[in-house]
T-cell receptor, first 116, second 111 residues
Framework: DGGITQSPKYLFRKEGQNVTLSCEQN?????MYWYRQDPGQGLRLIYYSQIVNDFQKGDIAEGYSVSREKKESFPLTVTSAQKNPTAFYLC???????????????FGEGSWLTVV | GQQLNQSPQSMFIQEGEDVSMNCTSS?????WLWYKQDPGEGPVLLIA?????ELTSNGRLTAQFGITRKDSFLNISASIPSDVGIYFC???????????FGTGTRLQVFP
């Protein structure tokens, strides 16, 4: 099946620990994104990447890091510098087309991260 | 970061009723997207709009790209219990490659 796979679905992090969330897509999309969602709120962009080996900070990049070594994969590391990491994390991907036709973003099923 | 104004924030309706929600922005957009999110799941794309004035349907759902390019609405006709969830709009301003998301409309449908 084609789609975006995030793992794990649930993850618990101890204080001071780094954790990595996996995101894999087999849609042959060029662009990939990470969003954070807090209860009752909209989505906030953490990082995005439009091409392999390149990525840009979103609105809330502090305390997070990413890599894009392969087109299909865009893992997110939540570092110990992120002081309030408990949230629902969503990975997404899209094609890169002209602005007049738009780029529709498709989401994975999300990963819950809880600090214990 | 910038967010869209999405309203209403929540709706409690009876099965069979029609629903309407909308999003507005202070800047013009070249894309409007509508998503539905079930609890603990990722948003699922419902309708994508790419042209001002465009009116698109997906079953009981209808969405329009406002002619001013600063707004969009989503209508759901004859609601059913499985329509329950959070509906998000998202828009792409001109000359950017990032989407901006609304804060969501939480829909509850009672039998």
């Amino acid at each position: 099946d084609g789609g975006i796979t995030q793992s794990p679905k649930y993850l618990f992090r101890k204080e001071g620990q780094n954790v990595t969330l996996s995101c894999e897509q087999n849609l042959n999309h060029d662009a990939m994104y990470w969003y954070r969602q807090d209860p009752g709120q909209g989505l906030r962009l953490i990082y995005y990447s439009q091409i392999v080996n390149d990525f840009q900070k979103g609105d809330i990049a502090e305390g997070y890091s990413v890599s894009r070594e392969k087109k299909e994969s865009f893992p997110l590391t939540v570092t110990s510098a992120q002081k309030n990491p408990t949230a629902f994390y969503l990975c997404a991907s899209s094609t890169l087309t002209s602005h007049t036709s738009g780029n529709t973003i498709y989401f994975g099923e999300g990963s819950w991260l809880t600090v214990v | 970061g910038q967010q869209l104004n999405q309203s209403p924030q929540s709706m409690f309706i009876q099965e069979g009723e029609d629903v309407s929600m909308n999003c507005t922005s202070s800047s013009i957009f070249n894309t409007w997207l509508w998503y539905k999110q079930d609890p603990g799941e990722g948003p699922v794309l419902l309708i994508a709009l790419y042209k001002a004035g465009e009116l698109t349907s997906n079953g009981r759902l209808t969405a329009q790209f406002g002619i001013t390019r600063k707004d969009s609405f989503l209508n759901i006709s004859a609601s059913i219990p499985s329509d329950v969830g959070i509906y998000f709009c998202a828009g792409r301003p001109y000359n950017t490659d990032k989407l901006i998301f609304g804060t969501g409309t939480r829909l509850q449908v009672f039998p």
